[in-house]
T-cell receptor
């Protein structure tokens, strides 16, 4: 069966420090991968998505970047965190080429607080 | 830009009551999905509706996709405290990337 792992679960970082959040998927190959950010009790904003190794699409201009160094690994990074980067970050995957009939499987999220 | 508007944003009801959550857009979506999220966890898929006019039932939850595929609703019959959570609708555009556009969410509290 497929599983998705996201870590760390919580993170408190000072302003100006770097960030690295990691997401890995097991039990499948060539998944579509997504990074979302969620404000408290609100909807999800798509940050980045990837349909293959090294292929990253950015949805909104921001202080963050993403990379996909391996087929089932998706990393969210920042060189210098801002207060506005605080939020709940969610990684998700779905099988490639399945269109809209397949739902996303989400990780358990990372609560990032920038202080 | 495709947007989804959910209403209401907050709903607090007593156990046993019925409720409906709406998800509306001016854009056409190839499909629409509903998720439920617990605090501190990722959303979990409840249902996907694909065909205009489609109705799906999941126990006490009834999901409907509008005929024009621009809107959807979630109806819960005889709500229970276990239904408490954040309900999110999400639309899929026509691209093969499968990108989901999420609504703002509806926070439901069911009091015993």
């Amino acid at each position: 069966s497929q599983t998705i792992h996201q870590w760390p679960a919580t993170l408190v970082q000072p302003v100006g420090s770097p960030l690295s959040l990691e997401c890995t998927v097991e039990g499948t190959s060539n998944p579509n991968l997504y990074w979302y950010r969620q404000a408290a009790g609100r909807g999800l904003q798509l940050l980045f998505y990837s349909v293959g190794i090294g292929q990253i699409s950015s949805e909104v201009p921001q202080n963050l970047s993403a990379s996909r160094p391996q087929d089932r690994q998706f990393i969210l990074s920042s060189k210098k965190l801002l207060l506005s980067d605080s939020g709940f970050y969610l990684c998700a995957w779905k099988p490639a080429g399945t269109g809209g009939r397949y739902g996303y499987t989400f990780g358990s999220g990372t609560r990032l607080t920038v202080v | 830009t495709q947007l989804l508007e959910q209403s209401p944003q907050f709903l607090s009801i007593q156990e046993g009551e019925n409720l409906t959550v709406y998800c509306n857009s001016s854009s056409v979506f190839s499909s629409l999905q509903w998720y439920r999220q617990e605090p501190g966890e990722g959303p979990v898929l409840l249902v996907t509706v694909v065909t205009g006019g489609e109705v799906k039932k999941l126990k006490r939850l009834t999901f409907q996709f509008g005929d024009a595929r621009k809107d959807s609703s979630l109806h819960i019959t005889a709500a229970q405290p276990g239904d408490t959570g954040l309900y999110l609708c999400a639309g899929v555009g026509s691209s093969n990337t499968g990108k989901l556009i999420f609504g703002q969410g509806t926070t439901l509290q069911v009091k015993p």
